[in-house]
T-cell receptor, first 113, second 111 residues
Framework: SAVISQKPSRDICQRGTSLTIQCQVDSQVTMMFWYRQQPGQSLTLIAT?????????ESGFVIDKFPISRPNLTFSTLTVSNMSPEDSSIYLC??????????FGPGTRLTVL | QKEVEQNSGPLSVPEGAIASLNCTYS??????FFWYRQYSGKSPELIMSIYSNGDKEDGRFTAQLNKASQYVSLLIRDSQPSDSATYLC???????????FGSGTRLLVRP
């Protein structure tokens, strides 16, 4: 499976600020995904990031709050904008490889004060 | 009704026993089914995928799928304390890349 890295691994941010999370893959992949895992909860898909087109957002998530970039087939960023304590979560990127299987990066643990 | 349902547990089994984890789903159009293991503070790790009715074995793990009854299960034989983790069931709809996750079952294997 692909090797996926995320930066930063964790961060503590102030309310009202923004944080950009990077996801890097060691091979070219068509589909990249961004998930959120709130404390004690399961994973919820935020959006699908396709290279060369705008991200597709799930219900309850909007581009103004979670802008996504996908400049090439190995890289994507997710920005969490105008943060509030409710945004404290683990943010995970995943990539799809053979047979519709998704593999996850190590995650970014975000705490908003 | 949640789209993917799992018992939150914890499911506690003694070392060496068989752990049985269950998952039901509501969308009959679902085609692909996955089990992920997540250790505390870590990201999900893929254990098994299954696409056809019946059993699929990989080492100590066996995934079972019954599309008519809309359930998928994971059996862990000879459970080890290192198997203690949360197990997430994920379902993928037909013609969609979106994974729908259950809330996970926490497994505790007692030494």
């Amino acid at each position: 499976s692909a090797v996926i890295s995320q930066k930063p691994s964790r961060d503590i941010c102030q309310r009202g600020t923004s944080l950009t999370i990077q996801c890097q893959v060691d091979s070219q992949v068509t589909m990249m995904f961004w998930y959120r895992q709130q404390p004690g909860q399961s994973l919820t898909l935020i959006a699908t990031a396709n290279q060369g087109s705008e991200a597709t957002y799930e219900s309850g998530f909007v581009i103004d709050k979670f802008p996504i970039s996908r400049p090439n087939l190995t890289f994507s960023t997710l920005t969490v904008s105008n943060m509030s304590p409710e945004d404290s979560s683990i943010y995970l990127c995943s990539v799809e490889q053979a047979t519709d299987t998704q593999y996850f990066g190590p995650g970014t643990r975000l705490t908003v004060l | 009704q949640k789209e993917v349902e799992q018992n939150s547990g914890p499911l506690s089994v003694p070392e060496g026993a068989i752990a049985s984890l269950n998952c039901t789903y509501s969308d009959r159009g679902s085609q692909s089914f996955f089990w992920y293991r997540q250790y505390s503070g870590k990201s999900p790790e893929l254990i098994m995928s299954i696409y056809s009715n019946g059993d699929k074995e990989d080492g100590r793990f066996t995934a079972q799928l019954n599309k008519a009854s809309q359930y998928v299960s994971l059996l862990i034989r000879d459970s080890q304390p290192s198997d203690s983790a949360t197990y997430l069931c994920a379902v993928q709809r037909d013609s969609s890349y979106k994974l729908i996750f259950g809330s996970g079952t926490r497994l505790l294997v007692r030494p």
